[in-house]
């Protein structure tokens, strides 16, 4: 069975860090991008970020520019998205995804694998 699997969020103050980890199972992520998505109640969900198969590229929308980094580690057929200077606007589900290709893609449509999501909450 094809999975992805997010961790690692939790509550955290403002202008403090968290690290989410997307682990696959069931398939090797040698071959796939990987993107992270938000989503908010009532709001689309919303791409912020994405890595290609290699780590090479990294794209990020310009409201986490700067603050939040993508890495990954293929031996261990997971994906890491580093934040930092959280803000209260980000308080979402972070959700990862994977497209059938090791290039990121423009479109939501395209990601063929999804995670559960895992909840961050940035309060004081």
């Known amino acids: 069975q094809l999975q992805l699997v997010e961790s690692g969020g939790g509550l955290v103050q403002p202008g403090g860090s968290l690290t989410l980890s997307c682990a696959a199972s069931?398939?090797?992520?040698?071959?796939?991008?990987i993107g992270w998505f938000r989503q908010v109640p009532g709001k689309e969900r919303e791409e912020i970020s994405c890595?290609?198969?290699?780590?090479?590229?990294?794209n990020y929308t310009d409201s986490v520019k700067g603050r939040f980094t993508l890495s990954r580690d293929n031996a261990k057929n997971t994906v890491y998205l580093t934040m930092n200077s959280l803000k209260t606007e980000d308080t979402a589900v972070y959700y990862c995804?994977?497209?059938?290709?090791?290039?990121?893609?423009?479109?939501?449509?395209?990601?063929?694998?999804w995670g559960q999501g895992t909840q961050v909450t940035v309060s004081s």
């Open positions: 890595i290609n198969n290699s780590g090479e590229t990294t």
């Open positions: 995804a994977a497209p059938n290709g090791w290039l990121c893609v423009s479109s939501r449509d395209e990601y063929a694998y």
């Open positions: 069931g398939f090797t992520l040698d071959f796939h991008a």
